[in-house]
């Protein structure tokens, strides 16, 4: 392997004086002897998926199995043309995007885990909001998806990716850095800022509960991607501007690995605890489930 | 490193709602297919841990079925695979146990038709990846996310040489390698993960092999 650590990730770029991306790339075509046009074509196949999630979610009436969730992303992304809003329409496109995404996949719809289903909005939901800010070109989207796979990779490595293992934080709070690392690549940010800006997001995450309602990854999962996407952009800007995170990228993953050990059993996808043990969380529960499957 | 390809992070594409609850699951079921090597007629999953409290609402127990039958992670049938289970003659049973084991969600499956019978422990990791930690009581590390190949062997000196020696005529490296067995001198297994695929050819010279009873491809 070339890097192990963001630390490492970081001063391989430095070096070479190549994106985060490039790195991911010739990793990804030395490790596993492919070719970079192979590589390319396999991920603008995920970004296609991508795309293609993110339309259904915004113009069809999506409705997941449950009932629990769906049309929310819609709803937004009418509201945002149709009236002036408070944050932003780049802010607020990611988060219809990326909500649009989760109420596809809680649909039982085609979706790409990034890097996990429960989490798979917010890179998406950042990424289709840069259209009319950053104009990428289909490389340059192709590239955010390496350059967040290559945060994700050492948060996966070091840390978790789960809910089941580490909460929330692991999943929508890895997501949400993986994406402002991304979202300040495209925007001609340095290899450094891409980690400063995954360290500050993920620090707004560390915590984060895994307690979704009956069981499905529906509620709260839907809105936490939403919060996701706009903590990422928010994130990007901080790195952008200059900002730095006093605790080095490396070790804030590591503290979300830690409070992920810490974490009782009921807040890590078991749905024993959180929103899913509110009265009305556990009325959905028995809703749509009955009364026998009731647990505890 | 348990995750080696940005493809774990940026990938699967799949059906949701969730990668280790439903993509996680479909894969277990798929290998537990492959290894069986046919359509069993009955199935039964022990599910433990977060498995066992949320399969409903993820799907998981969808996906493993979907699996059973074949179907990959991305294939829109795995959202009908109960109906078509039914139509096919598969019966499937759940069962939620109690025991704490090491990984949240592990599921062990067993099943088997009037000739034969299987049991595999798989756990999804996260993001789609999963492992296989047990097949017929033998303990093993198998990632299912390159090809790979499982001998049944006779404990025999020799035995494992013989294997590598015609992998290595027909320029096949080997990734990783794992030889269990219960007893001294008694059956043995060796998981070979290998870096590019074996052909038919190559899987009936090595079970023409002394002391090797039976080879199973599991992976493309």
């Not at chain 1, 991920?43 to 069809?60: D, F, Q, W």
């Not at chain 1, 043309?81 to 596809?104: F, I, R, Y």
């Not at chain 1, 995450?205 to 509620?219: F, H, R």
């Not at chain 2, 789609?128 to 009581?137: D, F, H, S």
Request: aromatic share 6%; hydrophobic share 40%; proline share 3%.
């Amino acid at each position: 392997m070339m890097f192990r650590n963001v630390q490492e990730l970081v001063s391989l770029a430095e070096k070479e004086g190549i994106p985060i991306s490039e790195i991911m790339i010739r990793q990804e075509m030395e490790y596993h002897e492919r070719t970079r046009e192979e590589i390319f074509a396999q991920m603008e196949r995920n970004l296609n998926v991508m795309e293609k999630a993110v339309e259904r979610g915004i113009t069809e009436d999506v409705k997941s199995v449950s009932g629990l969730t769906g049309g929310d992303g819609k709803k937004l992304f009418e509201y945002m043309q149709s009236k002036e809003t408070l944050a932003g329409n780049q802010l607020l496109e990611a988060v219809a995007k990326a909500m649009a995404t989760n109420e596809v996949n809680a649909a039982m719809g085609t979706i790409c885990a990034t890097p996990t289903a429960g989490s798979a909005g917010v890179v998406p939901g950042v990424l289709f909001s840069t259209k009319n800010k950053l104009n990428p070109t289909r490389e340059q989207m192709i590239r955010f998806l390496f350059t967040s796979g290559a945060f994700g990779f050492v948060v996966a490595n070091n840390a978790s990716i789960s809910g089941a293992a580490g909460g929330c934080q692991a999943e929508v709070g890895s997501a949400t850095g993986m994406a402002a690392a991304a979202l300040v690549e495209m925007a001609g940010g340095t290899p450094k800022q891409c980690a400063e800006a995954m360290a500050m997001a993920l620090k707004g995450m560390l915590g984060l509960v895994c307690d979704p309602v009956a069981g499905l990854v529906e509620v709260p999962c839907v809105k936490r991607n939403a919060f996701g996407s706009s903590n990422a952009i928010v994130a990007a800007d901080l790195a952008l501007a200059g900002i730095e995170s006093r605790i080095p990228c490396d070790e804030v993953i590591d503290a979300m690995y830690r409070i992920g050990e810490a974490m009782p059993s009921a807040f890590k996808e078991t749905a024993e605890g959180g929103l899913a043990a509110t009265p009305t969380g556990r009325k959905y529960q028995e809703q749509i489930f009955g009364a026998s499957v009731k647990k505890v | 490193m348990k995750y080696r390809s940005v493809f774990d992070i940026i990938g699967p594409v799949m059906i949701g709602p969730s990668s280790s609850h439903t993509a996680g699951a479909a894969r277990i079921g798929l290998v537990a297919r492959q290894l069986f090597q046919k359509e069993p007629s009955w199935v039964s999953f022990h599910l433990y841990g977060s498995f066992a409290k949320t399969y409903q609402g993820h799907g998981t127990d969808v996906a493993l079925v979907g699996g059973v039958l074949g179907f990959e992670t991305f294939d829109t049938r795995i959202t009908e695979s109960m109906k078509i289970a039914k139509e096919r003659g598969l019966n499937y049973s759940f069962h939620e146990e109690e025991a704490q084991l090491d990984h949240p969600n592990t599921v062990k499956i067993r099943m088997g038709d009037d000739h034969q019978e299987m049991e595999l422990v798989g756990v999804s990791i996260g993001g789609g990846k999963v492992e296989i930690k047990e097949l017929n009581g033998f303990e093993l590390r198998l990632s299912g996310n390159h090809p790979a190949i499982l001998v049944v062997h006779n404990d025999r000196f020799g035995a494992i040489a013989s294997v590598s020696t015609i992998l290595a005529k027909h320029q096949i490296n080997i990734g990783h390698m794992q030889v269990s067995r219960k007893e001294v001198g008694k059956e043995a297994l060796m998981v070979i993960e290998v870096d590019q695929n074996i052909g038919p050819d190559i899987l009936q010279e090595v079970e023409a092999l002394d002391h090797v009873e039976k080879v199973t491809k599991i992976h493309e």
